[in-house]
């Protein structure tokens, strides 16, 4: 059942979006200051809010709120208090807004706080395999999940898709223990994190090997390091290699495509099945 809004369309479920024949699309919204692309930028809420507004009428179907960078590199810890304060003033407007919204955060008390004001998503960086009551909060809350893939630090010997199947399969332990139903859980194989550059790309070719599990797969490649490493570039100069990792994520199974912009990635990913459906 779709769920109305102020302005009288309706957008719909998680469970619809997520039957649709192309990936829903996630708009990243960071309240920090340390970010990798766009550290700094929505850290007032009136800037968070009008960028929430814009995300959504560009076609983000989620709202995915973070205000502790997760970044592989460089990122600092931030304290419960301060990222209260970051997420406090911002969560519930844009909640109001009536797209669901995820909660980025690897801490469990702000994932349940997040989730008792209005959050719908939890979004765990590290899998449920960080914090050992993020499983038990998610399960109490009945929402969906996305488990990510992360590890401390990259290994290039190792066979990453083998790596990453056996760390959901310990998620998946964990979460079928608190509680959380697998038709709560989207896998998500963590782009960029704990992974070289080639490892990243590698994953991108071989995603379709995640479907056997039958869950749905987000991916986040938008502006990663990977690109840089084909094409040397900042972050806001890879709108075309994140258009061209999220195409072939999308062909590759992905259900869900997490990006910093959402206007270039609605059109790429609408424009490739309008032009696949008429094979």
Avoid at 77 to 88: F, I, Y
Avoid at 153 to 177: G, H, T, V, W, Y
Avoid at 178 to 193: C, E, T
């Amino acid at each position: 059942m779709s769920r109305p809004v102020a302005d009288g369309t309706r957008h719909p479920t998680l469970e619809a979006l997520l039957s649709r024949p192309y990936p829903a699309v996630m708009g990243v919204l960071n309240i920090t200051p340390d970010s990798f692309s766009d550290g700094g930028q929505y850290m007032t809420p009136d800037r968070a809010l009008a960028q929430a507004r814009r995300m959504i009428a560009e076609g983000a179907d989620i709202i995915d709120i973070g205000a502790e960078s997760t970044r592989p590199y460089g990122s600092q810890p931030v304290p419960r208090d301060e990222e209260m304060r970051r997420l406090n003033p911002v969560l519930a407007a844009v909640v109001a807004l009536e797209v669901p919204v995820s909660i980025d955060s690897m801490k469990s008390p702000m994932v349940e706080w997040a989730l008792g004001n209005g959050a719908a998503i939890a979004n765990d960086v590290w899998g449920l395999q960080r914090d050992p009551d993020m499983a038990r909060v998610i399960a109490a809350h009945g929402v969906p999940v996305i488990v990510m893939h992360n590890r401390d630090k990259p290994d290039a010997s190792l066979d990453i898709m083998q790596d990453i199947a056996a760390f959901f399969e310990r998620s998946l332990e964990i979460a079928a223990k608190a509680g959380i139903p697998d038709s709560h859980i989207i896998l998500d194989p963590g782009i960029g994190f704990g992974k070289t550059q080639e490892q990243s790309m590698t994953v991108l070719a071989r995603l379709d090997e995640l479907r056997t599990s039958g869950l749905p797969v987000l991916v986040g490649a938008s502006r990663k390091r990977f690109i840089s490493a084909v094409v040397p570039s900042e972050p806001k100069q890879r709108l075309g290699g994140s258009l061209a990792a999220h195409l072939i994520a999308a062909r590759g199974g992905a259900r869900i495509i997490r990006t910093h912009d959402v206007a270039d990635t609605v059109q790429a990913l609408r424009v490739a099945h309008a032009i696949e459906s008429k094979r």
